[in-house]
Every structure is written in structure tokens, then in C-alpha cells.
């Protein structure tokens, strides 16, 4: 929940699209791997 409020909080106060795509990208990841460690 917090990770989705600070992306959330970036986009609203950030106008940088190329940092939002990395952190989304990121944010991915750290999905991906956390559903693995759940196997």
C-alpha cells in the first residue's frame, strides 16, 4: 500500500515522465519477485 502512495504522490508532483516509467518498471519488479518468494 505504501509503495502504490508514493508512486502515486511522485505522479502527481513530478513532471518528469522518464522517472515515472522507471519507477513504475521498478515497481513491477519488486511485484514479480515478491510473488516468487511467495512459491
Do not use: P
Amino acid at each position: 500500500m505504501g509503495w502504490r502512495w508514493y508512486a502515486f504522490s511522485i505522479l502527481l508532483t513530478n513532471d518528469n515522465l522518464e522517472e515515472w516509467v522507471n519507477l513504475r518498471i521498478a515497481y513491477l519488479i519488486v511485484n514479480l519477485l515478491y510473488m516468487k518468494s511467495l512459491q
